[in-house]
């Protein structure tokens, strides 16, 4: 991989897991605007390294065809780990307190920027800027609309 294209990445990885984790440590809830940008950053790295693996994996069974049936190369083992990992971090950020419960929001957006760090590392550029500006809106307006849509609703 070119490094300009690593730098791209992981610099966009940085500002949009940056956005959300702005508006999470805005809020001050538990996991904020450094964990969010790490944990986009780390699926990115993730991201490219299953990428660099699957092109070598290639050009080894293009040079060797007799390897074709040892070699083995699967594009969504490591992104398949990342978010079951991050789904544990995330449940670190839900507490239970006094009949109610606590960071489901925080945790969703973990796993969301891990899932965008996934893409942003796989080249998804423009469903990656697309996600991210839609979680940060989900995250910012939907706030206020929020209580004046569900107190409507609730008996």
Known sequence: M???????RLGLALIIGGAIGYER????????FRTHILVCIGA?????IQED?????SEII??????ESALKADIGRMGAQVISGVGFLGAGTIMHQKG??????????????????????????TL?????ITVVLVLVGLK???PKFLDKIRP
């Open 128 to 132: 990656s800027v697309l996600s991210g």
């Open 44 to 48: 990115t790295v993730i991201s490219m």
């Open 100 to 125: 109610s419960i606590k960071g489901l929001t925080t945790a969703a957006s973990l796993w969301v920027v891990a899932c965008l760090g996934l893409a942003i590392g796989m080249g998804q550029y």
């Open 53 to 57: 693996s699957v092109i070598k994996t």
């Open 62 to 67: 293009l040079t060797n065809p007799i390897l």
């Open 25 to 32: 440590e805005f809020k001050n809830r538990p996991a904020g």
């Open 144 to 146: 206020q609309f929020e």
């Open 2 to 8: 070119h490094p300009l294209q690593i730098v791209l």
